[in-house]
């Protein structure tokens, strides 16, 4: 496994459109372009993570890439927006 530019660029390029997609779908506001690549970025982790338990696996190309890093994104929208409404104020 290699970080070359390119592949750096892509998953920069893949999480900046899953985070903002996500981020319009869950009804929220914008996180910014730094949110949105961080949000998409770890939404693509927990959608491969999801994609793998379901028994999901090979190569999915840059569109399912997308598609799972979204998925993966609404999940850690959802999971923080319940933590976060569960807390109480101080």
Do not use: E, H, N
Not at 25 to 54: E, H, N, R
């Amino acid at each position: 496994m290699s970080l070359d530019p390119g592949g750096i660029i892509a998953w920069l390029i893949v999480g900046l459109i899953a985070g903002f997609l996500a981020g319009q779908f869950m009804k929220g506001s914008g996180y910014g372009v730094v949110g949105d690549i961080v949000i998409g970025i770890i939404g693509a982790f927990i959608g491969g993570f999801i994609a793998t338990a379901l028994g999901i696996t090979g190569s999915a190309g840059l569109l399912g890439s997308i598609v799972l890093a979204i998925i993966g994104a609404v999940v850690l929208i959802f999971l923080l927006r319940a933590l976060m409404g569960a807390r109480s104020p101080a």
